[in-house]
Antibody, heavy 119, light 107 residues
Framework: QVQLQQSGAELVKPGTSVKLSCKAS????????MNWIKQTTGQGLEWIGI????????SYNVKFKGKATLTVDKSSSTAFMQLSSLTPEDSAVYYC????????????WGQGVMVTVSS | DIQMTQSPASLSASLEEIVTITCQAS??????LAWYQQKPGKSPQLLIH???SLADGIPSRFSGSRSGTQYSLKISRLQVEDTGIYYC?????????FGAGTKLELK
């Protein structure tokens, strides 16, 4: 069965960076693009961007350019998102979500990882 | 960015009742719309894609429709397990954007 296992919760200081991981299993990792999505109580759900694990090609929401960097490691079937220059506004739950081959929409989601930015 | 205006923000309904949630797109997005359900502490689950197509494993009491730039999610006979927050998502253009959500509770 398809599973996306995300790394654990992070408590980080303002101005630093954090790298989140999303390990995929149960399907061919390079066959499906991977989305990243941010969820906060105030802003709701925001789409950050998407990466093609096969080519490494990316597309970002302009709001998150310079903030988020999406990469993959094909050898371990893992997608990564690095968030830089963190501020309290980056505190959120972050999800990875596979793009369905037939639907084209995020179909399987990771469990989410809570990032808290605080001094 | 395309704005997705979702209504109502919250909704209380009885078992077996028909429930309808809508999303209004700020411009034409064709059928590039999906609906999700999210339960507390869980990840969103895909219900409907391409405006009207039922996702795998989703009960047939869920259905989606479109009229111009207005999209609707209908639950034909509300069940206990249908409580949660519902979101629409457009992927017509970058950035993909979500509606603000509709919280559905049992009366």
């Amino acid at each position: 069965q398809v599973q996306l296992q995300q790394s654990g919760a992070e408590l980080v200081k303002p101005g630093t960076s954090v790298k989140l991981s999303c390990k995929a299993s149960g399907y061919t990792f390079t066959s499906n693009h991977m989305n990243w999505i941010k969820q906060t109580t105030g802003q709701g759900l925001e789409w950050i961007g998407i990466i093609n694990p096969g080519s490494g090609g990316t597309s970002y929401n302009v709001k998150f350019k310079g903030k988020a960097t999406l990469t993959v490691d094909k050898s371990s079937s893992t997608a990564f998102m690095q968030l830089s220059s963190l501020t309290p506004e980056d505190s959120a739950v972050y999800y990875c979500a596979r793009r369905g081959l037939i639907s084209g929409y995020p179909d399987y989601w990771g469990q989410g990882v809570m990032v808290t930015v605080s001094s | 960015d395309i704005q997705m205006t979702q209504s109502p923000a919250s909704l209380s309904a009885s078992l077996e009742e028909i429930v309808t949630i809508t999303c209004q797109a700020s411009q034409d997005i064709g059928n590039w719309l999906a609906w999700y359900q999210q339960k507390p502490g869980k990840s969103p689950q895909l219900l409907i894609h391409s405006a009207t197509s039922l996702a795998d494993g989703i009960p047939s009491r869920f259905s989606g429709s479109r009229s111009g730039t207005q999209y609707s999610l209908k639950i034909s006979r509300l069940q206990v397990e249908d409580t949660g927050i519902y979101y629409c998502l457009q992927r017509y253009s970058n950035p993909y954007t979500f509606g603000a959500g509709t919280k559905l509770e049992l009366k």
